[in-house]
C-alpha cells in the first residue's frame, strides 16, 4: 500500500521558517508529479507548489519567491522549504502524488502575527 508521510509541520512567527518533508513508501516520486496542497480553515484545499517527474517546478502566485520545493531521490522523498512564512500560509499541508490520487494525512502549519 502507497504511502505519503509528512512532517516538519509546526507553528513560527511570521517572517519565520520551516522546512516539510513528505517520505514516500511503496511508491517512486522520481517518476511520479509530485505537489504539496495546503487547506486553511475554512477554504479549499489549494494548490501550493509541484514538482514533476522531468524535474521542473511550478508555484502559486502566493508563494513564489518564499516557497522552494525539491525532492531527494535516494530518499524518495519531497520536500517544500518555506520562509518568510505569514499568517495567510497557515493551514494542513498535504503532500501528494495528485495523478494518482495518493494523498498523506498532513502536516499542520500555524504561523502566528
Known amino acids: 500500500q502507497v504511502e505519503l508521510v509528512e512532517s516538519g509541520g509546526g507553528l513560527v512567527q511570521a517572517g519565520g521558517s520551516l522546512t516539510l518533508s513528505c517520505a514516500a513508501s511503496?511508491?517512486?516520486?522520481?517518476?511520479?508529479?509530485m505537489g504539496w496542497y495546503r487547506q486553511a480553515p475554512g477554504k479549499q484545499r489549494e494548490l501550493v507548489a509541484r514538482?514533476?517527474?522531468?524535474?521542473?517546478?511550478n508555484y502559486a502566485d502566493s508563494v513564489k519567491g518564499r516557497f522552494t520545493i525539491s525532492r531527494d531521490n535516494a530518499k524518495n522523498t519531497v520536500y517544500l522549504q518555506m520562509s518568510s512564512l505569514k499568517p495567510e500560509d497557515t493551514g494542513v499541508y498535504y503532500c501528494?502524488?495528485?495523478?494518482?490520487?495518493?494523498w498523506g494525512k498532513g502536516t499542520l502549519v500555524t504561523v502566528s502575527s
Open positions: 511503496r511508491i517512486q516520486l522520481s517518476i511520479n508529479d
Open positions: 514538482i514533476l517527474s522531468a524535474g521542473s517546478t
Open positions: 501528494g502524488a495528485y495523478v494518482l490520487n495518493y
